[in-house]
């Protein structure tokens, strides 16, 4: 212990034991860094945010009394970062340039080399941070832009240990795997360090569970996806609506009334996009006619009781198609999970039986309590339902991230 003390005193970065962490925000977008340091109890002050999204900004202001830094994160120097003194540095970059939809341009895509930027400037500094936490798409692990992050991580005197998680493995039922990166700089270390320098796909070391428990593989077995599921709480503690007693007929007549429509836009034209939380504006999420008609085969959909809905991206609400899972309000058949690609009938059948499913869109309000999101957590009235809808789907697990904080921030005993 007196060894790392005296490294830190050596550049500048003495810490009381009872002093907060000094933290910066790197990709900050709507906060799910800061909720997640919070619930996970770590003693920290975020001493600056950074995002160049002007919406996303309002809304990290509009909850934590706080502007995020909105220039170019890229005309930050050495200097600047050492100004801050900061412990810790948390990242959540850009996922497009590594996304299985994207183009895959890695490290040459342009969205990447903010980051690649704040990489290089590690060596330069004068008060290198001790701990730093990198979150991402899964598929970053086997990018080019990994590859250096780990570089230049090593030859800074860093540590790493690397995990793709899911909140599926927290208990919340949300398909959502991710890959994150915790690195400590020596002389400090992980309370596991037996860990160090692998990649694991369970959360066992945060649990303080021994080697021997680690899955090491993406277990997809079904016996492992059973046991998965069964551990997850149902959709239905995550909605906004708890099915009042005459929701059916209500729904039913607003269904009607949207399947006029002929797309999304035209079907929620004027409608009250910032009152999500007042059941007379739930109409503006059900799916109209037309859609189900088109798109039905793609749609993946869940039940209240379900344990499992798909990953919502930033483009869910205006695209049906793998952007995140419908919620049939109407469960025709207790029996049967309705996916399309199930059903034998014809298409006028198969048609007529979602249609009578009332399928609706998860309201940002459940989008962001299925992300963990607290209850205090709210949108700023005039960011509209499509702002949001994106803004969550760039944002993060606060289930999962909050014991991955709480693990690298936790010194070995």
Known sequence: MKKSQSMEEKEGLCRR???????????SGIGGMRYSIMRAGVNATIVEAFDINDVANDVYQHNFRHRPYQGNIQTLSAADLDSYRAHAWLLSPPCQPYTRQGLQKDSSDARASSFLKILELIPQTLQTPLMLFVENVVGFETSDTHRKMIEILSKTDFVTQEFILSPLQFGVPYSRPRYFCLARRKPSSF??????????????????????????????????????LQACEPIENFLEFKNPSNQVEMESSILHTINVSTNV????????????????????????????????????????????????????????????????????????????EDMQPNTKDKVSSLEEQCLRYFTPREVANLHSFPEDFHFPKHVSLRQRYALLGNSLSVAVVAPLLQYLFTEPS
């Open 191 to 228: 309370r596991n360090p037996i860990f160090n320098n692998q990649l694991l796909w369970a959360p066992s070391p945060l649990l303080g569970h021994d080697e021997n428990t680690i899955i090491r593989e993406n277990d997809q077995s079904q016996e492992s996806w059973d046991k998965l």
């Open 17 to 27: 034991q009872d002093e907060p962490w000094r933290v910066l925000e790197f990709y």
């Open 265 to 340: 836009t035209e079907a929620l034209e004027g409608s009250n996009e910032g009152n999500e939380s007042d059941i007379s504006s739930l109409g503006q999420y059900f799916v109209p006619l037309s859609l189900i008609e088109r798109w039905g085969s793609a749609m993946d959909i869940v039940y209240p009781d379900s344990k499992r809905c798909c990953c919502f991206t930033k483009s869910y609400y205006r695209y049906v198609k793998g952007t995140g899972s419908l919620l049939a309000t109407i469960q025709l058949r207790d029996d049967i999970y309705y996916k399309m």
